[in-house]
């Protein structure tokens, strides 16, 4: 089988690299030979993964050096109003963990800029917090914000990034913060997830769509990138629904030989407990027992040379993102506040 790079993903903990570094002893050989020191840790139902990149780590895993903090509910619901109140918690409790060596005062200027096309929904969060924060401001009677959805090259005829380096050079900003829609390699993290980073962002990055980075190197200021994951590759989220229906079988299976079997009116739904694949292999063959990552890469196979190569998002997304927009400004604006009060 031709090896393809399906893991396509702007989300750091889903990087091969740190995937496959999951023990201790593991974690210790990715800090000591790759350059990348990884800690977990859990906030009430928010997983939080911290991972700092050096420049070994920049060249090995292609990541620029800095921080990445990864906020997850896997959760969470479109509805779950308890869930986005603890992301939106610890969301302000690493804005301040990042930001702990940027100085901001009553009179800084921070700017805030919304990345993505309004008008297609999955990469709609950047201009969705604009909105959001736009309307905190007016009825704030504030200006706490510099706020800016500039709209994507494709619109504009202009890189995005021109456009921000012209409004920095002008407003001389203390802090650039640009929120945008990220890709996910894994569809349990599509709409679950933050990742916070002080790297910048590649607008477009992890759907093959690579356009000039925004950085502190091209600004001169420091910049932090707040990300919500909304698109999955198809090949992935097929082969995902897949390793679902065979564990969802396999249990069946084993639960069949047990008295409590006989009693059983579940209906078909995703097993996380460890279950037996070998029990479907007669049914479907060996193909079943495979690791989800083969599954993975035998569909990107088969649809590398598709005319119609499908990202999928939740039916829902307009939803989600509504909670995301508001998550994002509230918190935006509570970290501000303890930020301005503490003195930094």
């Not at 997850?72 to 308890?82: A, G, M, N, V």
């Not at 963990?97 to 009553?106: Q, S």
Request: hydrophobic share 35%; glycine share 6%; proline share 4%.
């Amino acid at each position: 089988m031709k090896k393809i790079d399906w893991n396509r993903t702007d989300l750091i903990d889903e990087t091969a690299e740190v995937v496959q570094h999951q023990t201790k002893q593991q974690k210790e050989t990715l800090e000591h030979e790759r350059g990348i020191h990884m800690e977990e840790s859990q906030q009430n139902r928010v997983k939080i993964t911290k991972v700092e990149v050096n420049a070994t780590g920049e060249e090995r895993i292609s990541k620029k050096q800095g921080t990445y903090i990864t906020l997850s509910i896997p959760t969470l619901t479109s509805e779950d109003r308890h869930g986005f109140e603890q992301m939106q918690e610890s969301l302000i409790h690493y804005l301040h963990d990042l930001h702990k060596d940027v100085k901001i005062t009553a009179d800084s200027k921070i700017l805030v800029i919304g990345l993505g096309n309004k008008t297609i929904t999955p990469d709609a969060i950047g201009p969705y917090t604009i909105d959001a924060m736009h309307k905190k401001q007016s009825e704030l009677d504030s200006s706490k914000f510099i706020l800016y959805a500039p709209g994507v090259t494709g619109q504009t005829g202009f890189e995005t990034s021109d456009y921000i380096h012209a409004l920095a050079e002008k407003i001389k900003p203390a802090l650039v913060i640009i929120v945008d829609a990220l890709a996910t390699s894994g569809s349990a993290r599509l709409c679950r997830t933050i990742q916070l980073t002080d790297t910048g962002i590649h607008p477009g990055g992890g759907v093959g769509n690579h356009r000039k980075e925004i950085s502190k190197e091209m600004l001169g200021v420091p910049v932090t990138a707040i990300g919500v994951p909304t698109v999955v590759e198809a090949p992935i989220l097929i082969a995902d629904a897949i390793d679902v229906a065979f564990r969802s079988i396999a249990a069946k299976i084993q639960e069949r030989d047990k008295p409590s079997g006989k009693l059983s009116v579940t209906s078909w739904t995703p097993v996380n407990e460890e279950v037996d694949l070998t029990k479907v292999e007669p049914i479907f063959g060996q193909w079943a027992t495979w690791p989800t990552e083969d599954r993975r890469q035998l569909f990107e196979e088969v649809f590398s040379t598709h005319p119609e190569r499908l990202m999928v998002t939740p039916k829902e997304v307009d939803f989600w993102l509504s909670q995301y927009a508001f998550l994002l400004g509230e918190g935006l604006f509570k970290w501000l506040e303890e930020k301005q009060k503490a003195g930094n």
